[in-house]
């Protein structure tokens, strides 16, 4: 097992600072701004947590296209079999333009872009979208064959009301 080789961490404190607390990567050092007040004691507790949490959100942006790939076919495999060749993608790609989409397909050149907005989201949300979207190459419309593919999928109606509620609260 690979030891994580724990980073410089260079502690800021600020006055100007309440409560918050705030980290960022510079390099090969971290930056952990802190309030000035803290005690040591609430300093190494930050420390640690801000580099947990700097770890975890470094590990969920590293979802790349082929993750995305592997993640298409493995949905294919469980959900699509059925429909053979049909139903597998010839890209499946993160985006940053999707304006609002979660995803899109486009089944002339069966390509399928993900967007960025939803790296964040939990795994069972992506591959609804990631299902919804290779539905599409089998069904390009949202008619009643389409839903029934969709539905296939355990999670579908949980991940559709957690994409909702995204979009209410965001104001999409
Ligand atoms: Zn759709």
Redo the contacts with the bound molecule.
Sequence with gaps: MAVARKPVVEVRRSQRRRRTVSAYRDGERVVVLIPDQFSRAEESEWVDRMLARLAAREGRFARSDAELLARACRLIGLYLSDHGSVAEPASVRWVTNQNGRW???TPADRTIRISHRIQDMPDWVIDYVLL??L??LIVPS?NAT?WSLVARYPKAERARGYLEGVAATAGI
């Design positions: 995803g899109s397909c919804h979207e539905a599409h949202h389409f």
